[in-house]
């Protein structure tokens, strides 16, 4: 007897940042045409991922809702909806807030933001605490140069070594540290609310690549979320700057898509505990 396919409520979204060097506004238009169920607006220095009223136009025309709000946590946007850090965040928080999404995602911060790293665990809870929105920290890495390592974010790249009440685990970004993304997830458990899709093979850049072009165990952390109801959301956001065209970009998208789906829809164990064909 065929076993039950069982396929999880989490949404699989379209980041913004999977589109450049198109735009903002791009990113939507092939959310729509290819699918998918949403957007993850990385706020960035493209005009339109900072303007509110914008998104929704965006959201509302192509009738993709935006599910989450990447803050501007990135070396371009240092100055991207202020300087201070923590307005940053608190901006974030408002246009998630306004634009109907459930998870602002954040970088732990860098080192040389020594204020700002040594409040940052506390300050997270406090903002976590006056708000439905989630802010799920982000995994990082340290950034190497051949030899040399260097450890760029504080208090860590690690975010398990914290206590944080949401998760965001990026597989390109355990392919880049060369840690057990396996091992990592087990550590975040049901904290992880939150999930950016990619693909690495370990190399000191952070390669981004489609979902099953590296090592990272991208399909089996899906069929572990499907197997255990994860109800946060999966985000594609993948690096297709080296497309050749928007047709070739494109194709990047939906195969991104098409290898999730499959994925997040397995066969869901029979009470006996044994599989049959």
Known sequence: ??????VPTAKVALSTASVYPESTATAFEIAARLGYDGVEVMVWTDPVSQDVDALRRLSDHHRVPILAVHAPCLLITQRVWSTDPWTKLQRARAAAERLGASTVVVHPPFRWQRQYARDFVTGIWRMADETDVRFAVENMYPWRYRDREMLAYAPEWDVTKDDYRHFTVDLSHTATARTDATEMID????RLA???????NGSAKDEHLVPGRGTQPCAELLER????????????????????????????LAEALAFTRLHLATASAPRDGVRRP
Request: proline share 2%.
């Open 1 to 6: 007897m065929a076993e039950p396919v069982r």
């Open 187 to 190: 550590r975040m458990g049901d």
């Open 194 to 200: 939150h999930v950016h899709l990619a693909d690495g």
């Open 225 to 252: 979320l499907a197997r255990t109801s994860f109800d946060g959301h999966v985000v594609i956001e993948v690096n297709t700057r080296r497309a050749m065209s928007s047709a070739e970009r494109e194709a990047d």
